[in-house]
């Protein structure tokens, strides 16, 4: 007995230096080839279901929202304008509305039948799950194929860097800060104080907050910019890169799942 728990024990240690090492090498992987910046999308998943008449199924499935209350879960990772289509005249608002469909069109029918799942090994697979709820719903297909196809960027590295960031957020002072205050309501300063403190100062202003409901007070998604040339250098100050202000009113509420 003793030496199947080893065995089993062992077997956990290399799985999680195998995952480790994968989202090392894919931060390396991710270089920029013909834009600025990167925006990492987290979702606050309580804020997000509570705040749609017709949630998804993500939000609608208790076993899909287990543990989603501990932390940010992965919405996307998306490259800016990319200077290919910024000399052909397309402006940063149209990039954000169509993404690579503006030169791979998107496929008729929903992402679940038009694009076939990744073929992700276990490891990955399985943080995949926890961090992005969403692909109950086929959200990784839709994010890849609107977001990175045209850029060829390696699947597996792709969503490998983008878990490694979201765990960097979540065990973050500011992660804390609002996983802490859940069920309450903070200033939106208080929210840009915590990022602060826990990336440094002035940092804040790579981080937008969105926000959604009655006078836009919940809190559903926050957004930091990350310089695409540093992405394994977050979260230090000069990895990051401004955002636009979000739309969140003065007090700010983070809901909590019921």
């Known amino acids: 007995m003793g030496n199947a728990y080893g065995r089993v024990a062992a077997s956990l240690v ?6 480790a ?39 609608r499935e208790a076993k899909l929202r287990e543990g989603t209350q501990r932390g940010f879960v992965l919405h996307g990772l998306w490259p800016s304008l990319p200077e290919r289509l910024a000399e052909r005249g397309i402006d940063r608002q149209r990039w954000w509305q ?18 076939p799942p990744f073929g992700f090994d276990e490891a990955l697979g399985q943080k995949l799950d926890d961090a992005m709820p969403g692909r109950a719903s086929c959200l990784d297909r839709y994010q890849y194929a609107k977001h990175a196809a045209c850029f ?11 878990v490694a960031l979201l765990e960097t957020v979540n065990d973050s002072a500011f992660g804390a800060f609002v996983a802490l205050n859940q069920g309450g309501e903070v200033s939106r300063n208080d929210l840009l104080a915590a990022f602060e403190a826990a990336f440094g100062e002035g ?32 979260p230090s100050g000069e990895s990051l890169v401004r955002q636009r202000r979000g739309r969140c009113a003065t007090r700010v509420h983070i809901a909590t799942l019921d």
């Open 21 to 59: 090492a994968l989202a090392d090498a894919a931060l390396e992987r991710l270089h920029a080839e013909n834009f600025d910046h990167y925006t990492l999308a987290l979702t606050w998943h309580p804020g997000f279901c509570d705040t749609h008449r017709d949630p998804p199924r993500e939000c």
């Open 152 to 162: 060829e960027l390696p699947e597996a590295a792709y969503f490998a860097a983008a």
């Open 98 to 115: 169509e993404g690579c469909f503006l030169e791979r069109p998107r496929a008729d029918g929903g992402f679940c039948r038009a694009h």
């Open 203 to 234: 940092t804040g202003r790579a981080l937008r907050l969105e926000c959604r409901g009655r006078g836009n007070r919940t809190l559903t998604e926050v957004r930091i910019g990350i310089d695409a040339q540093r992405l394994a250098d977050f």
């Open 14 to 19: 290399l799985l999680l230096l195998s995952t």
